[in-house]
T-cell receptor
Framework: GAVVSQHPSRVICKSGTSVKIECRSL??????MFWYRQFPKQSLMLMAT?????????EQGVEKDKFLINHASLTLSTLTVTSAHPEDSSFYIC????????????FGQGTRLTVV | SQQGEEDPQALSIQEGENATMNCSYK?????LQWYRQNSGRGLVHLIL?????REKHSGRLRVTLDTSKKSSSLLITASRAADTASYFC???????????FGKGTLLTVNP
């Protein structure tokens, strides 16, 4: 089946620094990818839709200057958490769907971000 | 925005028993999908049911969809300890690929 690779799986950074998370579709092209955030024991909350070659679409309440998304190619989207604070600590997950509406989404392994 | 409820929020059963989880959604859909998540890991797709389907099977999984009630259920038969995980439904509507997730059910299968 299709594979989405997310890197890194775990990162610890200091407050004030920026962290970049990569999401790659390994065997299909994805014009659209999605970034989610998940707090402990909660569901996935959609943060933004990453569109290849154009600006990302952010969900209400998500700061676009805080969470920078770049989708420069059909197989790679990146999420950069800028000027990270401890409250940004969370589990971030990306997903991509290879094409048609009635196909499943494939998820990355997730990134556990801890800001100290 | 998040929508959809799942019940129960947590379910604890013994190995060999069946587990049923329910999901409701709010808007019209193209399809509804069920995913599994082990603690601290990514999501694994289990099954997709289209809006014109009423029931679908895959191994020990059985999914039903009632579009008139905007609800779906996931049945896991003959559960195993390895089925212990969180289960999420996700609805897909409109022309984009955006998924809206339910709140999830934490299933614990005791050996």
């Amino acid at each position: 089946g299709a594979v989405v690779s997310q890197h890194p799986s775990r990162v610890i950074c200091k407050s004030g620094t920026s962290v970049k998370i990569e999401c790659r579709s390994l065997d299909f092209q994805a014009t659209t990818m999605f970034w989610y955030r998940q707090f402990p024991k909660q569901s996935l909350m959609l943060m933004a839709t990453s569109n290849e070659g154009s600006k990302a679409t952010y969900e209400q309440g998500v700061e676009k200057d805080k969470f920078l998304i770049n989708h420069a190619s059909l197989t790679l989207s990146t999420l950069t958490v800028t000027s990270a604070h401890p409250e940004d600590s969370s589990f971030y997950i990306c997903s991509a769907t290879p094409g048609q509406v009635n196909t499943e989404a494939f998820f990355g392994q997730g990134t556990r971000l801890t800001v100290v | 925005s998040q929508q959809g409820e799942e019940d129960p929020q947590a379910l604890s059963i013994q190995e060999g028993e069946n587990a049923t989880m329910n999901c409701s959604y709010k808007t019209s859909i193209n399809n509804l999908q069920w995913y599994r998540q082990n603690s601290g890991r990514g999501l694994v797709h289990l099954i997709l049911i289209r809006s014109n389907e009423r029931e679908k099977h895959s191994g020990r999984l059985r999914v039903t969809l009632d579009t008139s009630k905007k609800s779906s259920s996931l049945l896991i038969t003959a559960s195993r300890a390895a089925d212990t995980a969180s289960y999420f439904c996700a609805s897909k509507g409109g022309s984009n690929y955006k998924l809206t997730f339910g709140k999830g059910t934490l299933l614990t299968v005791n050996p």
